[in-house]
């Protein structure tokens, strides 16, 4: 195996939170170059973290013939240009969600990617938390029958007092709350209870008017029907008050023809998933959570750091497919698919709530 050589454009706390540290210590792959239009903060980062090369024009860093692929971890608006130019260059991309501000875009990048044949992935970064692992492997062996309704909760404070958050100024993200929130478990959704062939949308903002950028969606209802003749909620609000260390809760609740499936992700020190019996009366029995070898439970910030840091998850999966030559999911079809569901959602959301096919 080749050690696979990483550039990465953008030096936001989500780049030195998750990738930076991710790639450090793993064993395929080496940051070899950062790139910011700032360039104290390249120089700083790119120190601390011992990466060689600094770039303040990412077409100079995707011309360097020592980078084999690049994260993308910018504003939403750079994501179509920045992973247009690295497949053509046959780099392989990891690039932030949601995948584009359209699904016009987001098809061409998928395309791209195909025609390519270089390992991309889009981060939905809970598929991989131990509740939703654990919950995918139960729904998949069918232990509560065939599925009736199914509804997700993504609670966040994330809008509520951030005067400068661009991911609500709709000429960046292209959405807000949907596509900043949204778009993970739009694509958790359809990865436990399968496809979705219609969806409604309605939505409201709430940030202060004394903020920057009210322009855009902080609070979303979804409707939606599966397939599989399901029906589902998804709610993803921005401006909820959840009191946890990292200002977030998750919730699953299953019900099928044979019993329920909750499961609850608090962001402190709850992680659980419950299997109901359809008799049952009581809450139900705990599941053995699906978590790696030496991964910490005690607190979910440290299952959060060893999932991502210590095991082959998310950008060090990637990071290996890459020096693999190999492909991995979810990639950018997945990607697209999601920026499909969150474009169908903000159809409907300008139509008063009116269900559109998907």
């Not at 780099?91 to 195909?114: F, R, T, Y």
């Not at 232990?143 to 661009?166: M, Q, V």
């Not at 693999?324 to 474009?343: K, M, T, W, Y």
Request: glycine share 6%.
């Amino acid at each position: 195996m080749t050690r696979a050589s990483i550039g990465i454009v953008g030096t936001s706390w989500w780049a030195e939170a998750m990738y930076l540290p991710a790639l450090a210590s793993h064993e395929n792959s080496d940051v070899v170059g950062l790139c910011s239009r700032n360039n104290d903060r390249v120089e700083s980062l790119a120190d601390k973290w011992s990466v060689p090369r600094r770039f303040t024009d990412w077409t100079e860093m995707l011309e360097s013939d020592d980078i084999d692929a690049v994260i993308i971890a910018t504003p939403n608006d750079l994501h179509h240009p920045i992973a247009l130019a690295a497949l053509e260059r046959g780099l392989g991309v990891l690039c932030e969600k949601p995948l584009a501000i359209d699904a016009a875009l987001a098809s061409e990048m998928a395309s791209a990617a195909s025609d390519a044949g270089t390992a991309t992935m889009v981060p939905f970064t809970y598929r991989w938390m131990p509740v939703f692992a654990t919950a995918k492997r139960v729904l998949d062996r069918a232990a509560i029958g065939d599925i009736h309704h199914f509804t997700l909760r993504y609670l966040s404070d994330s809008a509520r007092n951030r005067a400068d958050e661009w991911r609500y100024d709709p000429s960046v993200p292209g959405a807000g709350v949907i596509a900043d929130l949204g778009s993970h478990f739009l694509h958790v959704a359809e990865w436990l209870n399968g496809p979705m062939v219609e969806i409604a949308a309605l939505v409201a903002t709430h940030r202060s008017p004394d903020l920057a950028h009210t322009d855009a969606e902080d609070s979303a209802l979804l409707t939606c029907r599966f397939e599989n003749g399901s029906l589902g909620h998804i709610q993803a609000c921005a401006m909820s008050w959840a009191a946890t260390p990292m200002g977030q809760i998750h919730e699953l609740d299953v019900h099928g023809s044979t019993g329920r499936l909750t499961a609850l992700n608090d962001w402190n020190t709850v992680q659980e998933v419950r299997l109901v019996d359809g008799d049952a009366t009581s809450p139900g029995e705990l599941v053995d959570l699906e978590t790696p070898d030496g991964v910490r439970t005690d607190t979910v910030g440290h299952t959060y750091k060893d999932i991502f840091r210590n095991t082959e998850s998310m950008a060090r999966e990637w990071a290996t497919a890459v020096a693999n030559r190999e492909l991995c999911q979810p990639d950018f079809a997945s990607g697209a698919r999601v920026q499909h569901l969150i474009d169908a959602a903000l159809v409907s959301a300008h139509n008063n709530g009116r269900l559109v096919e998907v």
